[in-house]
Nanobody, 125 residues
Framework: DKQVVESGGGSVRPGGSLRLSCAAS????????MGWFRQAPGKQREGVAA????????SYHDSVKGRFTISEDNGKNVVYLQMNSLKPEDTAMYYC??????????????????WGQGTQVTVSS
């Protein structure tokens, strides 16, 4: 079965940076959209960023544009989320997920079917 595993969460002060990693394995890992999502307590899960490993323009939620960057190490089926200029409102459980095969990927929660366990990101002074 396809699996994704996140790592790299932690606690940081406002303005700080973190990099999350997502390792995908299993059948079809190389041809599917990969996305990052987050869910804060009491809120719905929302899409943060998505890309098609190996090609295609990444997409971002408006709230993270210019601060977060999704990238890949395609040879290793690893996707990263570099988070800079972190704000307290970025505090959430962050999830990586694998979605459909598509030429352009968007972080739409309902389209993603294989989810990791999540990694906590806390931004606090």
């Amino acid at each position: 079965d396809k699996q994704v595993v996140e790592s790299g969460g932690g606690s940081v002060r406002p303005g700080g940076s973190l990099r999350l990693s997502c390792a995908a394995s299993g059948p079809g890992s190389g041809g599917a959209c990969m996305g990052w999502f987050r869910q804060a307590p009491g809120k719905q899960r929302e899409g943060v960023a998505a890309m098609l490993p190996g090609g295609g323009k990444p997409s971002y939620h408006d709230s993270v544009k210019g601060r977060f960057t999704i990238s890949e190490d395609n040879g290793k089926n690893v996707v990263y989320l570099q988070m800079n200029s972190l704000k307290p409102e970025d505090t959430a459980m962050y999830y990586c997920a694998a979605g459909p095969a598509a030429r352009f990927c968007m972080p739409t929660v309902a389209e993603y079917t294989t989810w990791g366990q999540g990694t906590q990101v806390t931004v606090s002074s």
